[in-house]
Nanobody, 128 residues
Framework: QAHLVESGGGLVQAGGSLTLSCAAS????????????MGWFRQAPGKQREFVGV????????YYGDSVKGRFTISRDNTKNTVALQMNSLKPEDTAVYYC?????????????????WGQGTQVTVSS
């Protein structure tokens, strides 16, 4: 059973906005959702998976990759076991499959190996 399920992907024009959502699906995972830092990654065709950003357990701290800083915002609702990625001023180079992931960490993990659970990904395509 998938622990995380992303939604909200789609096709958008350059300069537009899109919000991705990620929900904890497995019951045991939902019960412990608030102990996980939640990250977003993306992978474009032919490229390595790239760190987008992360939000800490409480939701009070975030950290973003340089390519999205100032344009993307991560938020979470621990009462609903969800995390969101608000994407503004989208560019064609933001086109990728976006993944949410959970890391059993107190801080702001930025490396793929630090994440235990992953969603199946959702496609975001930005047209020029």
């Amino acid at each position: 059973q998938a622990h995380l399920v992303e939604s909200g992907g789609g096709l958008v024009q350059a300069g537009g906005s899109l919000t991705l959502s990620c929900a904890a699906s497995a019951r045991t995972f939902r019960d412990s959702f608030s102990i996980y830092a939640m990250g977003w990654f993306r992978q474009a065709p032919g490229k390595q998976r790239e760190f987008v950003g992360v939000i800490n357990r409480s939701g009070q701290s975030t950290y973003y990759g340089d390519s999205v800083k100032g344009r993307f915002t991560i938020s979470r609702d621990n009462t609903k076991n969800t995390v969101a990625l608000q994407m503004n001023s989208l560019k064609p180079e933001d086109t990728a499959v976006y993944y949410c992931a959970a890391a059993p960490a107190a801080g702001l993990p930025g490396a793929i190996y630090q994440y235990t659970y992953w969603g199946q990904g959702t496609q975001v395509t930005v047209s020029s």
